[in-house]
Structure formats: C-alpha cells, structure tokens
Antibody, heavy 121, light 110 residues
Framework: EVQLVQSGAEVKKPGESLKISCKGS????????IGWVRQMPGKGLEWMGI????????TYSPSFQGQVTISADKSISTAYLQWSSLKASDTAMYYC??????????????WGRGTLVTVSS | QSALTQPPSASGSPGQSVTISCTGT?????????VSWYQHHPGKAPKLMIY???KRPSGVPDRFSGSKSGNTASLTVSGLQAEDEADYYC??????????FGGGTKLTVL
C-alpha cells in the first residue's frame, strides 16, 4: 500500500526557517516524482513543484521558484519542503503528493494528509 | 485567483446527477488532454478520481465520469450518494512543465 506520511503541524514566527518532511513507503521511492501542493486558508490548491528522487531533478512552479526549496533523501525515502525565512503569508496546509510514473507526472495518484504551517508573531 | 475556474458550489439530491465545470485556457485545458479531478473530504488526503480527462483509476466507481470541450473540462457524478459530498478540484498540465489547479467546488448532497 502506498503511503505518504507527513511531519506534524508547525507554529513559527516570521523570519524563522522551516523544513517539513514526507516519507514515502509501499513503492519504489526513487522512480516517481514527488512534490508539494499548498492550500491557503479558505482557498484552492496550488502546485508548488516536484522532485525526482532518483537524480534530484527538480521543477518549480513559476509562482514558487525562489520562495521555497524542494529536496529529497532517497536513502530514507523522504522528501522535504524548506523555507529560509517564513512570512505570515506562508500560513497554509501543505500536501505531499506522489505524481504519476515517468511522463505521466502531471497527475497526482497519491496524497499525504497535509502539514499545517502557521506563521504568526 | 486560481488558474482554472470552477463554480464554488454544486448540489444535488441522492440519485441525481451533478456536473462540475473547470474552465481554463488554450495554454492548459484547451491544449492538453491531461485534466485530472480530485475528491477531498476535509481532514483526509485528497483522492484521484479522474485522469487524462476521462479515465478512472482502479477502484473509482463508474458513477464518476469526465469530459472536455474546448477550454472547459467537466466532472459528472451520477447516482449521487451521501459519501460523494466533498470538495472537488480539477487540475491540468500547462505550458512549460507547469501544473495548475482549479479553485475547488464544494459538492453538497441534499
């Protein structure tokens, strides 16, 4: 069974750094694109970007390029989403998402339950 | 504003059919047959219901169907059941290796 287990909720202050995680199991972690989707309070979903754990090839949505860093450690089947300096506007639920195999990366076939990030002074 | 436009809400009685639209542009929905639909019950992980416009993953009931005409994709839920009440999101591949989502539609089963 494919599972994506995300790290727990975080409460941070503006300017702080943060790294949240997503551990994949039940499939070959290195062979599927894995990425992140943001949902701000009361809003829709926004695709942030993806990484291919096999070679760390990364693609970002233009909206998130330079704002966050997506990484992965294939030795422990874990993907990460990182901020160097959080803003209040980063307050959102962040979903980890396994994308389709190979050229079918544009669909998300498994999702995590989400990590709530709250940024407040 | 979301890249794809969905109605904020839709509703129907048990047994009825409901169609949710998803309107994009010629840079996404109109140019690619890579539209997906996701069901999201709050507090749970979203679930893939339709991919490649009209294909159903294994295990998804055939009450769920998808279609596309021009820049607008649609999800139809036939024979509505109480458990279909959820938020539904569309997504589409977009130019330059991008993925865009709709703003979501809250489906209410009356």
């Amino acid at each position: 069974e494919v599972q994506l287990v995300q790290s727990g909720a975080e409460v941070k202050k503006p300017g702080e750094s943060l790294k949240i995680s997503c551990k994949g199991s039940g499939y070959s972690f290195t062979n599927y694109w894995i990425g992140w989707v943001r949902q701000m309070p009361g809003k829709g979903l926004e695709w942030m970007g993806i990484i291919y754990p096999g070679d760390s090839d990364t693609t970002y949505s233009p909206s998130f390029q330079g704002q966050v860093t997506i990484s992965a450690d294939k030795s422990i089947s874990t993907a990460y989403l990182q901020w160097s300096s959080l803003k209040a506007s980063d307050t959102a639920m962040y979903y980890c998402a396994r994308h389709g195999y190979g050229s079918d990366w544009y669909r998300i076939d498994y999702w995590g339950r989400g990590t709530l990030v709250t940024v407040s002074s | 504003q979301s890249a794809l436009t969905q109605p904020p809400s839709a509703s129907g009685s048990p047994g009825q059919s409901v169609t949710i639209s998803c309107t994009g542009t010629s840079s996404d929905v109109g140019d690619y047959n890579y539209v997906s639909w996701y069901q999201h019950h709050p507090g749970k992980a979203p679930k893939l219901m339709i991919y490649d416009v009209s294909k159903r993953p294994s295990g998804v009931p055939d009450r769920f169907s998808g279609s596309k005409s021009g820049n607008t994709a649609s999800l139809t839920v036939s024979g509505l059941q109480a458990e279909d009440e959820a938020d539904y999101y569309c997504s589409s591949y977009a130019d330059s290796n991008n993925l865009v989502f709709g703003g979501g539609t809250k489906l209410t089963v009356l």
